[in-house]
Structures are given as C-alpha cells and as structure tokens.
C-alpha cells in the first residue's frame, strides 16, 4: 500500500475503495485481425492499409485464427472458462480514426469468462483479481492533432485486441500496480504481446468508486483513461480516491464521467460524460460467423503453452536457489529471464550470473536504452566472462573493465584478456616479491601498521594493487601480506 492511500484510509477509515481495470492488449500477430495488412508496429503513416481496415463500404472482414489461439491462451493462462460459441458484434460511435463509424468487437457472448489474476499482498498473502470477460476486438487508427490540423494515420485500424475487464476486486493503487504488472508478464510470457506502454500495445483503463464500509451498493464509478505507465496509475489512482472521498465528506455528488490525468498538475481533469452501453447501440456483426471452439482445440493450445510467471518464480527459486528478489527482478523482462537460463546452462553459475545481470547488464542496457537481443552481449561470451570470474583468472575490479569492452565491442572476453594480459597474478613466489618490495618501500607505515593501526592494511593493498596493475588475486595477496606484516 503506498504511503498516500495509507494516509488517506487513516484519515477516513469509514471508506473503502473498489477498482475495476479494463486493459487493451494489442497482439503481435504477424497481420491484422479482419485482413492480410501487416501488423508491424513503427511503419510511415497509411502505409499498413486496405479496403478492410481502411472501413470502406461492401468490405468483408475475414477472422484472423491466430487471434483465437491467442484468446484461448490467456484465456487459459487466466483461469478463465473458454467459450465454446462466442460472436462479433459492432460498436456504434464516430471519430475521425475510424471510418466505418462502428468497431467489430464482441459483445454479450466473448470468448473467455469468470477468470482470475493472482497477486501477491504485503502481509504475505495472496489475493484473486476476478475477470469479468476477456474478448478480441479491432483497433481503432490514431488521429495526432496539431495547432491547425488533425492528422489521421489508419496503419493501427484493425490491430487485433484482447480487452481484459476485471471485477471492481482491487482496494487501492499498490493491489493494482501489482495486478498490472502481472497481468502484462503473463502476455508477455506467452508472447502474445510486446506489452509495450509506451507503443501503446499495453493500455488500461481505471474505474473507482469509493463508498462506505458498511454501505452494500457500490459508489459511483469514475474512469481514468489514457494512463501510459504504472507510475502514473499508482498517482492517478491515489488522486481519485481521495477527491471522491472529499466530495462524499462535503455532501457532494461524485458524478459519472471519463478523467485524464494531469501529469504536470498531478490532478485528474474532466473528459467527457460517461457512455452507457446503449450509446454505442451494440448488434451482432452480420459478415462474420460465430466462432466456435471445441474441446480439441483448447486442448491443442494446453499442449503449446508456454512456462507462465508464477510457475517460472517457484522454479528459479528452486532450482537456482535465488532469492524472490532476485527472481522477481529477472522474470521482469521475459528476454532477461531467457538470457539468464542460456548463460546459466553453459557456465553452471546461476549465483554470479544474477548478480552479473541485474548490477551490470541491465544498467548498461538502460543506459543505451536497448533491449538484450538488440545488444552485442550474447550468452555465450558472457558465459566467458562469468567462467573467468570464478576460476580465478580475473579479479571483480579487472571484470567491470572487461565486461564494459565487450558490452560496447561484442569481443570475447578471453579475447580481451589474453590482448590486455589481464589475467590474475596467483603465484605465491611472485606476489611474495612484490609484498617483500612495498613493505621495503614504506617503513614508516610499516612501523605504524606494526605498532596497532590496523587500518593502513587497506593502504598496502592499494599500493600491492597498484605495482600488479590490479591483476593480484585479492585473496592471496591478503593471506601472504599478512603473513608478512607480522
């Protein structure tokens, strides 16, 4: 629970909060939903366009089945029951980014119910996240408005979606952050979807009331909408509930309408009244057949699932003896989590690996603002590294240097080594002379040392590092100028 929403029920702990997210997903099928126009995301605008997705009139839109496939999945990987007869409908509402003046989308009979999302609470326990329905439905374009003029760029009309509704299940923001956050790993993880906030592949919608604790009708609903990152729900969210709050205290109507969030004033603005379900006067999509889903194809699709989140943390924790941490960390990205397996089957480090990946990888994958398939860093050579790492041959100072050649180069890292002669001084007899030479270089510390000041040990270890160029290996180099401080 973040601190504000704990300030706020403190101050009113007659109230309590109920949420309902609805979250557009959009699939990363290889073309569209109703068409063959490719789905590839970035294109010049209007490029991804025909008479289909572009709404004109006599059009016949044919049903995409890797759509369906990609419903069952997260139908499944939901907890959902999948329906074995499901519709199209259309949506009635005009805007200049979709033409045909109407959406195919699936109305009363969608192609999964009743399912759940599981998250984690701060006491521990675990709390369900029930679903209302999950149905497919097409994009719409994307109209950008500019001080004159509104441009319309029809490329993402007909972008297959999954819109997951939920049940007002979820009490503040920190539950739905968390419910987020989960519900964009399982997507990702069946590489249905980018997820992607920032391209827009990974959108929701907020609905919150608030009301009284020993009030049995729910409060009047708010919708947030057009919300690009979980930072901004968690603030949006936390605003929300306490002007509706503040509004009840003061005997003022909580009105239903659709809020954007300010980020600058950090403060929810109106939009527009709310629509009814009778707005959009909903009637089943005439040119397309109902879709029918037998036992054998939702067993198919069982077959072919992929490893989901939630069974990936019990796994990593188990068989690499991570922390939840450390494996929450990991499983963040799923490109992350892949990399690490790769890396840990051919070097047998799971430890240092992880630790090597959170510290250093992702930092420098942040810092150049690039995913890890994008990068030179390949699991193979960072195997290299890992392995030189524990078998002594380079130290961790030398390391950092040698991972941020190769990370910027994609040169072997034994390669970097052998060139820089990099590897480890461990004989004994050389280190001993090189000790036997500082100590005779610094009597007066010597003395000191001898005489109780302990900390100048640090001291000749920097001047031992410094004559080895960094190469000594730290461990016998403290064993043997021990030794021979006295």
């Keep these: 629970m973040t601190t504000k929403i704990k300030n706020i029920l403190d101050k009113y702990p007659s109230y309590e909060a109920n949420i309902g997210i609805e979250v557009h997903v959009q699939l990363k099928t290889e073309s569209k939903i109703f068409c063959s126009c490719s789905n590839k995301y970035g294109e010049k605008p209007n490029k991804n366009i025909c008479p289909i997705c572009a709404g004109y009139p006599g059009i016949l839109p044919v049903l995409n089945k890797k759509v369906v496939d990609f419903a069952i999945m997260a139908g499944i990987a939901t907890n959902s029951k999948i329906s074995q007869i499901s519709k199209f409908a259309r949506k009635h509402y005009m805007y200049p980014d979709l033409p045909k003046n109407f959406q195919i989308t699936q109305g009363n009979l969608p192609i999964c119910t009743h399912g759940y999302v599981m998250i984690d609470l701060p006491d521990k326990t675990e709390k369900n996240i029930r679903l209302t329905r999950i149905h497919m439905e097409e994009d719409a374009g994307k109209t950008t408005h500019e001080e004159e003029q509104s441009l319309v760029d029809l490329?993402?009309?007909?972008?297959?979606?999954?819109?997951?509704?939920?049940?007002?299940?979820?009490?503040?923001?920190?539950?739905?952050?968390?419910?987020?956050?989960?519900?964009?790993?399982?997507?990702?993880?069946?590489?249905i979807s980018s997820a992607n906030m920032e391209e827009g592949s990974f959108r929701a919608d907020v609905n919150i009331s608030v009301k009284k604790k020993d009030a049995q009708k729910l409060g009047v609903k708010v919708e947030l909408k057009n919300i690009n990152s979980f930072k901004f729900i968690g603030q949006a969210i936390d605003f929300e509930i306490e002007r509706q709050i503040k509004l009840l205290e003061e005997n003022k109507a909580v009105v239903q309408e659709t809020r954007l969030w300010d980020v600058k004033s950090q403060q929810s603005v109106f939009m527009r009244s709310k629509e009814e379900a009778e707005d959009y006067r909903y009637l089943r999509e005439p040119d397309l057949p109902l879709v029918i889903v037998d036992n054998q194809w939702i067993e198919q699709i069982k077959k072919n699932m992929p490893e989901l989140p939630r069974e990936k943390i019990k796994r990593f924790q188990n068989e690499y003896n991570l922390s939840s941490y450390e494996v929450e960390n990991l499983i963040s990205d799923v490109e992350i989590s892949d990399f690490f397996e790769k890396v840990v089957k051919i070097c047998n480090h799971p430890k240092q690996v992880c630790n090597w990946i959170l510290r250093n990888v992702l930092a420098f994958l942040n810092e150049h603002k690039i995913q890890i398939n994008e990068s030179k860093i390949t699991a193979e050579k960072f195997a290299e590294l890992i392995k030189a790492i524990s078998d002594g041959e380079i130290n961790t100072k030398v390391a950092q240097d040698v991972f941020l050649e190769f990370a910027r180069t994609g040169k072997s890292p034994n390669k970097i080594i052998e060139d820089k002669d990099l590897k480890q001084i461990v004989s004994e007899k050389e280190l001993e002379k090189i000790i036997l030479l500082v100590i005779q270089e610094n009597p007066s510390q010597v003395e000191q040392y001898r005489a109780g000041k302990?900390?100048?040990?640090?001291?000749?270890?920097?001047?031992?590092?410094?004559?080895?160029?960094?190469?000594?290996?730290?461990?016998?180099?403290?064993?043997?100028?021990?030794?021979h401080l006295g």
């Design 454 to 483: 302990e900390r100048l040990f640090g001291y000749f270890v920097g001047q031992l590092m410094q004559k080895t160029q960094g190469k000594a290996n730290p461990k016998i180099l403290q064993k043997l100028l021990k030794k």
């Design 155 to 191: 490329n993402r009309a007909g972008t297959p979606l999954l819109e997951i509704v939920s049940y007002p299940d979820i009490s503040d923001s920190s539950q739905a952050k968390s419910y987020l956050s989960n519900l964009k790993l399982i997507v990702q993880h069946l590489n």
